[in-house]
């Protein structure tokens, strides 16, 4: 009977999660190291057999920060995981709660565990592979900060700095302090957030000196000096869908692998309004009074990284001479371009053309001047009105 009752409490600790067999997680480790299309850890791989990317492999090389593991914080990190990056540095000073369980990352029995701590056993068990750095702190205190700005600019390869960091905090200090690290230190980041209503989002690209910072166009409730906690009461919970943070989570992410990668254009700024679908897209250029003194010694090293690129260009000489000068197969350039065709085929059901472009061919000239009178006859039809 005890052997039984044993047999049960050990199977049950397995299902919790709380013991892996050591043999299977020893193949797991194996599995997710192995760069093969066969591997369920790289099935990403499928990018490059289709010439979307040619290094994939390459992903196991970045290492990427997120500060804020909530409701979006944690899925990029899960994501990113999936995708076997090769390094997590999480950021959080919260607590797993169970307001969190509505999230698509936390899990009951985690409650009380601080959220770094859980997403890290979280995020182990699904890619072991993947090395992940914890920090429990707030990063916008003065004790702190120090701390912070040394792991971004020594936990990347060869003790350097990380490849990006990805701002998932829920509050504009944090983003302001993040902004000034980047800024200071010329970081890659980008910026996130999901509105209180639930029901938008954004993310932001920044490269400092390129982009606007966040300092550079700050949001209305910095620019007009209201202190954002009068804006949050007691008792008072802002909405919060797991739909809208996986969206933007998503965007986040692929313009992460975007960027790492080498692949595609990265967004410098898409929003999302789920209430009609909108996803407004535009490019902040930066703002040459901005605050961040930081942000105007980048704006200007960028401005003459610009000048000296142009420059070599404009000194390559052009050969007057033809590149071949033989043309043994009689090979020439002609003009193809096609008039634009009046269609309605290419709009939806139930819309119609405003107006079409008629094609240049439409109207005859002979047409047009058979139409021609002369004076003394349009004179003489005067007379007769």
């Known amino acids: 009977m005890e052997g039984e009752i044993k047999r049960l409490k050990e199977r049950i600790a397995e299902l919790e999660g709380k ?30 057999r289709m010439g979307i990317v040619n290094n994939y492999e390459n992903i196991r090389n970045y290492t990427v920060a997120i500060i804020g593991v909530g409701g979006v914080g944690s899925v990029t990190a899960e994501m990113l995981t999936r995708c076997g990056i090769g390094t997590l540095i999480l950021f959080d000073y919260d607590k ?26 979280t995020l182990s068990s699904i890619n072991p592979d993947v090395t992940i750095m914890t920090y429990n702190y707030n990063i916008t205190t003065l004790d702190n900060y120090d701390h912070f700005v040394n792991i971004l600019l020594t936990s990347g390869s060869n003790q350097g700095k990380v490849d990006i960091v990805l701002s998932c905090v ?46 550079c166009a700050p949001p209305l409730i910095v620019a007009t000096n209201i202190d954002e906690k009068t804006l949050k009461r007691d008792g008072v919970c802002a909405a919060s869908l797991p739909t809208t943070m996986g969206v933007v989570a998503g965007f986040l992410v692929q313009n992460v692998l975007k960027y790492l990668l080498k692949f595609g254009t990265v967004t410098e700024y898409l929003g999302y309004n789920a209430l009609n679908d909108f996803f407004p897209t535009m490019s902040l250029k930066p703002n040459e009074q901005c605050d961040d003194t930081n942000c105007i010694i980048r704006q200007k090293e960028y401005k003459e990284k610009v000048a000296n690129t142009i420059s070599i260009v404009e000194e390559e000489e052009i050969p007057d001479t033809p590149v071949h000068e033989s043309n043994e197969w009689g090979i020439v350039l002609v003009d193809e371009s096609i008039p634009a065709q009046e269609s309605t085929s290419m709009v939806s059901e139930g819309l119609s053309l405003a107006y079409t472009i008629p094609a240049s061919g439409d109207v005859k000239p002979q047409e047009a001047a058979a139409t021609e009178i002369s004076l003394e006859e349009l004179m003489a039809q005067m007379k007769t009105i």
């Open 170 to 215: 829920d509050n504009f200090e944090a983003r302001l302090t993040i902004n000034t690290a980047c800024n200071e230190n010329d970081l890659v980041w980008f910026e996130s957030g999901v509105a209180e209503n639930a029901v938008s989002g954004h993310i932001q690209f920044i490269e400092p000196g390129r982009t606007a910072c966040f300092a």
């Open 19 to 48: 013991s892996v067999d050591k043999p299977i997680r020893s193949k797991i480790q194996e599995m997710s190291s192995e760069v093969v299309d066969s591997n369920p850890y790289s099935r990403l791989m499928a990018l490059k």
């Open 96 to 121: 797993v709660e169970l307001a969190n369980m509505n999230r698509l990352f936390f899990q009951p029995h985690q409650s009380g565990l601080s959220k770094v701590e859980a997403a890290a056993e």
